[in-house]
């Protein structure tokens, strides 16, 4: 800090600051010096947590197969557009930059939700330091976050969702950082990173309106009390309005997808169910974001930054009024763990640094226990173990292994998407290999679910399998008007639903079934169906235009 001079008048003291002093082999004011080092000590430090969740993600991207959702955006890279049926198209583009780069493999497809991993640290400790805390409060909240059962579950699968959460949290330092030092390029920086939000998730939206609202009702509003603000939000349309166009164009599939979703998973999700589920998924480091909700919500120190809690709070009480899932709300908590690394740096100011030690390991450490029930990082027998524990002595945590169909399984949901896929395509090419290369260019593959079709699309390349029809997700976008075969390989979950059919062909062979113990798709079968006649043709055709009108 610069050094001053007092001159007394007769009534108040007057301060006269002095010339900060000068490096003289720099020129360069000596605080500024110092502001910078540690600055850097700061940004290197907090690498070394980045560090360690690239690690952990690492040590865990190929232990088990691909998931059924990465299947199906791996397969929209080879489809881009500026829109699909249950997601915009973000995704696809990042799917289409994996597979050009990196390759089709599992470990491949992950190494981009790696890196966002990585950077949702690097800004939640940058977040930390821009609230005012130190190394412990960057320890605390960072390593809170890394072995918080929420991220960890999130943060490795090629998803939307994980770098849905990056944009959230870059939106909150964006805005933390403008908010610090009013300066304009910061919110635009807002406007442009809500803007591929809204491009990667449309829960961006509904985040940077609850923020917004936050803003306006707390002391910070003069933020937004200028025409930037408002330049700032046109930017973000601007750059979401090819979505916006597509889904006109195609009139509004997302609308039908959300219906079927609401219909299929999210009505059987209760109130109840959110706000527990939100109070566990974080596991023992619910006290540190309870304790960052809280100061940012009361102290004085964080005032400036009361904006962030009230938009916690309105974009928790939206997703609850609309049956929203757990994950939809993890973006938002890497801003109040950082919080919480403040609020108990400022609590322990004066402790000694074991105590700060035994803090860290108290809400840390219990979490990675749990690591193996929401990450591989062990094989999938060692897994299962670390279930069965659990559904023994820890029965709060239940709803951890309970799937969509509201039943108790053996595994995740998310676990048991990882299995059966390669054998399933291995038995569709057993079926395709098996015709005489006169029999398959008269050849088609039709699969029930966007699983099973993403599986023989990126699977099935090695096979050199023919391009795979399905009427499910987004596959309906480019699915052919009509089907012109002699031969159909057709995989279905379950006979039952391929058992209309069978009037419709002349003859049937069951080629196999999915035999893995924890796939999701175990007992799906792969059926050879030869001379179609026409009425199959024209049942399909049906099927593909109420599919598109959904």
Known sequence: MSSCKFSYSLFTPVLYPSKPKKNYLSGKPITAMIYR????????????????????NLLSISNFGFHRDELLHLTLGDH???GYKEVPPFIAFLARMSLSIFGDSVFASRILTT???????????????????KKFAIALACLSLILAPAFAASGYLFQPVVFDQLWWVLTVWLLIKYSNTTNISYLYAVGITVGVGMLTKYTMAFFAIALVIGILISKQRKLLFNKHALGAALLSLLIFAPNLVWQWRNNFPVAGHMNELRSTQLEHITAGDFIIQQLLVNGAALPVWITGFLFLLFSFKLRKFQFLAMGYVLIFLFLL????????????????????????????????????AAVIILFTVPNLLLLPLVMPVLPIRQTLAFFEFNNKNLPFLSFITKWEDQQQHATTQDYADMFGWQEMTA??????NGLGAEHKPHTAIIADNYGQAGAIHILGARYNLPPVICLNSSFALWAPEQIAARYIIYVAEEFDDMKHLLPMVESYHSIGEVQHPFAREKGTGVYLLVNPKPALNELYKKDLEATRKK
């Open 427 to 432: 038995l569709v090419a057993k079926a395709y």
């Open 115 to 133: 890196v966002a991993s990585g950077l949702i640290i690097w800004l939640t400790g940058m977040i930390t330091r821009e609230l005012g805390g």
């Open 37 to 56: 080092n540690r600055r850097a000590a700061y940004s290197n430090f907090i690498l070394v947590f980045v560090a360690i969740k690239i690690a952990l």
């Open 321 to 356: 009024q609309m049956n929203g899932k757990n994950y939809y709300l993890f973006g938002a908590y890497p801003m109040l763990f950082a919080a919480g690394g403040y609020a108990f740096d400022r609590i322990l100011k004066t402790s000694r640094k074991p105590l700060k």
């Open 80 to 82: 881009l557009d500026w």
